[in-house]
């Protein structure tokens, strides 16, 4: 069993940074697609960033590249999100989820990021 407990939202100005962090309990991250995914208010749940563990490959989703930047610590278990630059229309809360195999079957309770502008 994998349990996902992200931290780090919080309220920032446009412009500013957080950096989301996503630490495991239960089972080390190797050979998991690790992602993050953000759902705003009246949307849908959409993919952000991830990143595969074991190769380092990472994705990003065309509103967020080169601003975000996803990175694992393979020490304490940890997947990061930098957010840089960030704008009002990232405004959302953020979750945590790990994909083994073909699905994103585990995710954490999220954190809320809120910019104002």
């Known amino acids: 069993q994998v349990q996902l407990v992200e931290s780090g939202g919080g309220l920032v100005q446009a412009g500013g940074s957080l950096r989301l962090s996503c630490a495991s309990s239960?089972?080390?991250?190797?050979?998991?697609?690790m992602g993050w995914f953000r759902q705003a208010p009246g949307k849908e749940r959409e993919f952000v960033s991830s990143?595969?563990?074991?190769?380092?490959?990472?994705s990003y989703a065309t509103a967020v590249k080169g601003r975000f930047t996803i990175a694992r610590e393979n020490a304490d278990n940890t997947v990061y999100l930098q957010m840089n630059d960030l704008k009002s229309g990232d405004t959302a809360v953020y979750y945590c989820?790990?994909?083994?195999?073909?699905?994103?079957?585990?995710w954490g309770q999220g954190t809320q990021v809120t910019v104002s502008s």
């Open positions: 990143i595969n563990w074991t190769f380092g490959q990472t």
């Open positions: 989820a790990a994909n083994y195999g073909s699905n994103w079957a585990y």
């Open positions: 239960g089972r080390t991250f190797s050979g998991y697609v």
